[in-house]
């Protein structure tokens, strides 16, 4: 059975081909490096193959081959359409939570035997292609047991379950060479403090991460592990709020070292950040490891999980991997979903489309910000006073409050110049028309 219409392939910038790129060329040289090693794209399981549209209005739309099928028999045809579809697009990777691949059964012994099962189609599936899995990862939000919280439940056996849960799921990464594994709190937070002890629930949350750091470390994975914050939904206060706030307790809790964020855009939109702002933040202290790479909708407040279509945010966001130089062990997951009432399969190849060509787009724009240097240049120049004089002193911390003083008293006047906002952003629309020549 074939499930998409065709092969999609590079015909450039001037095609009005909905199947055929206009940006992503995989083998295309930029900054020394091909598209395709800039960019691990990599196919979210769950939307792109799990998720039928529904919404809390009404039931499914999506129009499926395996819609109606027994439950196992569905998962094994995804698995097919999965593959073939990372195929015709040339995605190299893809992401999972146990839950998406295998159908979740009254017990966690069957629950696992199934997964167990297509797993093992997964693993043939990917030596006959030479697909990867980016990262895997346990759903702990579905399932009603998980209603007050997973790792910070009030019930100490949802707590195990919890943990059995993640022990699998990092079994089944580690099996599949994953090269990571993600932690998403979906009920890791509370809606009121009249029924909760946040000290006790943050320190299970903590004891969790360590328990996995200590398996890991176990048998072996070689993968990195990878906080994705969300500041809120499902719960009203989520722990994993933005990327200062993962930093924060990691760093309490002394597992730093073991894990980097995995930012998503929508969720950095929800945090009132822009997405330049948590990536940024993740980078300049070394802990941006991957990236969930759907956009919200502005006059929306919850997660839209969007295509990336917005080329402006794209160049940012590619700005910062250039200067990162990449990726080690992350990539560029398409945690979105199609519109419910896109429901043609067509429609799944079609945003995966437009979402790789934005992102390839914005990679050439910031190759083009990164040659010409203007917004470095420009950032130079503003710190400059740090360079000589007092300023330089402060540099390199030789100056006291008491020293200071006596500087600041001499002071007759400051030389202050434009912040220049509105050129900045008028040459980065530059930038952007001048990658698309
Ligand atoms: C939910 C979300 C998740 C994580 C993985 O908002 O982003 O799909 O990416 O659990
Ligand atoms: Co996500």
Redesign the pocket.
């Known amino acids: 059975m074939e499930f998409f219409k065709q092969k999609v392939s590079y015909e450039g910038s001037e095609s009005r081909n909905p199947y055929a790129f206009k940006h992503y060329n995989p083998d295309q040289k930029v900054a020394g490096k091909t598209m395709r090693e800039w960019l691990p794209f990599s196919m979210?399981w769950?939307h792109t193959l799990s998720s039928g549209g529904r919404d809390p209005f009404g039931v499914e739309t999506a129009d499926r081959p395996w819609n109606g099928l027994d439950a196992m028999k569905a998962s094994e045809m995804r698995v097919e359409a999965g593959f073939e579809f990372m195929e015709k697009l040339g995605v190299d990777y893809f992401c999972f939570?146990d839950r998406d691949v295998a159908p979740e059964a009254k017990t966690l012994k069957e629950s696992n035997s199934n997964l167990d099962h297509i797993v093992d189609i997964i693993a043939e599936k990917m030596k006959a292609t030479n697909k990867k899995l980016l990262w895997g990862?346990a759903?702990l939000?579905t399932n009603p047991i998980y209603m007050h919280g997973a790792s910070t439940s009030p019930y100490a056996d949802v707590f195990a379950m919890a943990c059995a849960q993640t022990k699998k799921a990092l079994d089944v990464t580690h099996k599949l060479g994953g090269l990571s594994y993600?932690f998403?709190g979906?009920r890791e937070g509370y809606e009121t403090l009249l029924n909760t002890n946040m000290k006790k629930e943050q320190d299970n949350l903590a004891y969790f991460l360590k328990m996995a750091v200590e398996y890991k470390e176990k048998i072996g994975f070689k993968g990195k592990f990878l906080i994705?914050p969300?500041p809120k939904?499902p719960t009203k206060h989520q722990y994993d709020f933005d990327v200062a706030s993962c930093l924060e307790f990691l760093r309490k809790y002394n597992l730093e070292k073991h894990f980097a964020i995995?930012v998503?855009v929508?969720?950095a939109t929800l945090a009132g950040h822009t997405v330049h702002h948590e990536i940024n933040f993740a980078r300049i202290n070394d802990m941006w490891g991957s990236m969930?790479i759907n956009f919200g909708d502005a006059l929306l407040g919850w997660?839209t999980?969007q295509f990336p279509t917005n080329i402006y945010d794209a160049s940012l966001i590619m700005y910062e991997l250039m200067k990162q130089g990449g990726f080690t062990n992350g990539g560029l997951?398409f945690?979105a979903k199609v519109r419910r009432p896109s429901f043609t399969m067509d429609d799944l190849l079609a945003s995966y489309i437009a979402g790789m060509d934005t992102l390839a787009w914005g990679l050439k724009v910031a190759s083009i910000m990164i040659e010409d240097g203007y917004f470095d240049k420009n950032i130079d120049s503003r710190y400059s006073s740090y360079n000589s004089g007092i300023g330089a002193k402060i540099s390199s911390k030789q100056v006291s409050l008491e020293s200071l003083e006596e500087y600041a008293l001499t002071l007759e006047s400051i030389k202050f110049e434009s912040g220049r906002q509105e050129v900045l952003e008028a040459e980065l629309n530059q930038f952007i028309w001048k990658a698309t020549k």
């Open positions: 979210s769950w939570h990862t759903c939000f993600v998403w979906g994705e969300k939904e995995n998503e929508n969720h969930d997660d999980d997951n945690d």
